[in-house]
């Protein structure tokens, strides 16, 4: 997940290609891709050394410290995924297509690499409800983008968590507040909240 920020000013900004706002700075969830020169002084074997070994060949090194687990993973290339809840086993099978055999094979598959798989979707979901929903700021101050970037994560977090457990109440679908409602009535809430608070 990307935090849109321009500046030129702060060291931690990246540029990633082909995200809609490539310039900001990287939000990581329970596991995330990184890029090669982000991970300096940690030895993973390179593509071309992978790509020798086959399809499913990794490589892993483990920071104990922080329990940080940095793998690279070869399927079709290679691709580098970092993580502080996942590291490689167990491993799985599935079937992957393979240019050179031109067949489906099977291909041992990662315990990061499938949990990132399975909660990917969620998080391009999470991206698209934060475009809709986005505060539109312009400042110099960097750390502000990331304040305002997170408002509307936990705004739309708690979105999904009141329509699941609406639903699981099995109340009337037709009564359920939709996106934009909820986060006007959630606001008005905090609001009048504080304003109880300054009278008492």
Known sequence: MMCKFRGKTNPIRQYIKGKPHPW????????????????????LEDEKALKKR????????????????????YDNRAGSL???????????????????EKTHIDVPILNIVSDYNQHISGIDLLDQFLAAYRFR????????????????????????????QYKGLGLPVRAMLN?????????????????????G
């Open 24 to 43: 900001g700075f990287k939000i990581w969830g329970r596991a995330g891709t990184i890029r090669k020169k982000r991970l300096p002084g940690c030895d």
């Open 54 to 73: 086959g399809q499913g060949a990794y490589d892993y090194r483990i920071e104990e410290t922080n329990n940080i687990t940095a793998v690279r993973w």
């Open 137 to 164: 700021i312009r400042s110099r101050r960097w750390y502000l983008y990331l304040f305002w970037h997170f408002v509307p994560v936990g705004m739309v977090n708690a979105g999904n968590t009141y329509r699941k």
């Open 179 to 199: 996106r934009r409602r909820f986060q006007s009535q959630d606001a008005a809430a905090l609001v009048l909240k504080d304003s109880e608070k300054r009278r």
């Open 82 to 100: 970092l993580s502080i809840h996942k590291a490689v086993e167990p491993l799985l099978q599935a079937s992957h297509w393979n240019k050179a």
